[in-house]
Every structure is written in C-alpha cells, then in structure tokens.
C-alpha cells in the first residue's frame, strides 16, 4: 500500500503563497488518483483539489483560482499551490489516494491518507 507524508505548511499572511507536498512511498502514484482535503478546527473535512491518473484536475469552488493541484510521478509526489491565501484557509490539510484512475471529491472514497499539515493565514 501507499504511504503518504506532506509538507510545506506553515503561518503565512493574507494574501501570501505556500506550496503543500505529499511524498508518496510504498507505491508509486502514478497507479492512483490523488486529492487534497481540509480540515478546520469544529468543523467537517471538505474537498479541496483532486487529480486523476492522467492528470485531470477538479478544484473546489472556495479554491478556484487561487489554488492548482497538480502531480509530478518521477518524483511520487503531489503538491497543492496555493495563492491569495485568506484566513478562512486556516485548517489540517491532507492530501489522500485511491487506487483507481478517476478522480473524486469524496473522502470516503479514498482509502490512503497523510497525518496532515497546518496551514495558518493570518489577517
């Protein structure tokens, strides 16, 4: 199975950039589709990004525009470019896998999922 580990997380002004990765090992990632979550304090995790095998990409309406989710396979890993960042982006992100070509915006539809990096915009 896959393991997933991302970083690139950190505090980051209103307006600011980051850029989150999720290193796979184990596997290689170009046999799965991959997505990005979120998870704010008191609240439920919600999609963000996902991209299937072949790199298609669906974002969230909240995310549109100012972040790209997008996949290197040399390297196994999938990152999360993030831009304009605002405050309601504070949360747990977790980038996740499953082992089909599709992508999804379903969490309980992947099966693989990192332990999550604290992403913090301040005001």
């Known amino acids: 199975q896959v393991q997933l580990v991302e970083s690139g997380g950190g505090l980051v002004q209103a307006g600011g950039s980051l850029r989150l990765s999720c290193a796979a090992s184990?596997?290689?990632?170009?046999?799965?589709?991959m997505g990005w979550f979120r998870q704010a304090p008191g609240k439920e995790r919600e999609f963000v990004a996902t991209?299937?095998?072949?790199?298609?990409?669906h974002h969230a309406d909240s995310v549109k525009g100012r972040f790209t989710v997008s996949r290197n396979n040399a390297k196994n890993t999938l990152y999360l470019q993030m831009s304009s960042l605002k405050p309601e982006d504070t949360a747990v992100y977790y980038c996740?896998?499953?082992?089909?070509?599709?992508?999804?915006?379903?969490?309980?539809?992947?099966?693989?999922w990192g332990q999550g990096t604290q992403v913090t915009v301040s005001s």
């Open positions: 991209i299937s095998r072949i790199g298609s990409t």
């Open positions: 184990g596997r290689t990632i170009s046999n799965y589709a």
């Open positions: 996740a896998a499953r082992a089909v070509a599709l992508w999804s915006t379903r969490s309980d539809e992947y099966a693989y």
